[in-house]
């Protein structure tokens, strides 16, 4: 697995400014059909370009964005977590592990947090 963020921007603002120009364009060129006609629709290209693909790929781009730096994800033999990186100013020690970073394990698709293994015969 790479770290690469594919949709992540430079900044939130510049993000969001994207998003901005994206939607925009979009709801642009469906609402100028009736006053300049067919022509209206070469927003389309305009949006698609600049939320680099779809609505769902600009989204994706703003939680990379927001959380960019902050989470890391590492899986070992079958087990995943959720590094979050702890910030200067943050104190305790709950689940630290020296490092500055907080470790949280993935929970199972219901929601329930993962059970230990059991050894066979229990």
């Known amino acids: 697995m790479t770290d690469r963020q594919d949709f992540a921007s430079a900044s939130l603002p510049r ?3 994207r998003g901005g120009l994206g939607f925009g364009a979009l709801a642009g060129s469906v609402l100028l059909i009736p006053a300049v006609g067919p022509a209206a ?3 389309v290209p305009v949006g698609l370009l600049a939320l680099r693909g779809c609505p769902t ?5 703003l939680l990379q964005t927001v959380s960019k730096g902050r989470l890391r994800r590492s899986c070992v033999d079958g087990r995943c977590e959720l590094s979050v990186a702890r910030t200067a100013g943050s104190t305790g020690s709950a689940g630290s592990y020296g490092d500055g970073i907080v470790r949280f394990r993935a929970a ?3 929601g329930v947090p993962p059970r230990e293994p059991v050894a066979p015969g229990r």
């Not at 790929?57 to 781009?61: D, Q």
């Open 108 to 110: 199972e698709p219901d």
């Open 15 to 17: 993000h969001l400014a």
């Open 57 to 61: 790929c600009w989204t994706i781009g």
């Open 41 to 43: 629709l070469l927003l």
